[in-house]
């Protein structure tokens, strides 16, 4: 199996900054796309931002210019450094990830992590 433990929020004033982590465990045997996602108080839960094995990003557009995502395969970790934080930002924001397991025949499965809470506000 493989297990998605989010790390790094936290409340913050508008403006401000946060560093997101998101570190993957498990049988691993290669990690395709990793991406954040957000899910705020009444609402769906929406991408913010998605990063291929190659490193090629996309964001939302309410990111873009703002956050950046980045990986480390190495250490099998995903960040997002969200810069310029506006009150919308508020949300559980949690990690995903398209994973190939050592289980003999396995295909590509995506796995969530549980969140980790994100509150922008004076």
């Known amino acids: 199996q493989v297990q998605l433990v989010e790390s790094g929020g936290g409340l913050v004033q508008p403006g401000g900054s946060l560093r997101l982590s998101c570190a993957a465990s498990?049988?691993?045997?290669?990690?395709?796309?990793m991406g954040w996602y957000r899910q705020a108080p009444g609402k769906e839960r929406e991408l913010v931002a998605t990063?291929?094995?190659?490193?090629?990003?996309t964001y939302a557009d309410s990111g873009k210019g703002r956050f950046t995502i980045s990986r480390d395969d190495a250490k099998n970790m995903v960040y997002l450094e969200m810069n310029s934080l506006k009150p919308e930002a508020t949300a559980v924001y949690h990690c995903?990830?398209?994973?190939?397991?050592?289980?003999?025949?396995?295909?590509?499965?995506?796995?969530w992590g549980k969140g980790t809470p994100v509150t922008v506000s004076s």
């Open positions: 498990g049988s691993i045997a290669n990690i395709n796309v």
């Open positions: 990063i291929t094995s190659g490193s090629s990003a």
């Open positions: 995903h990830a398209r994973v190939t397991t050592w289980t003999p025949g396995a295909s590509v499965m995506g796995y």
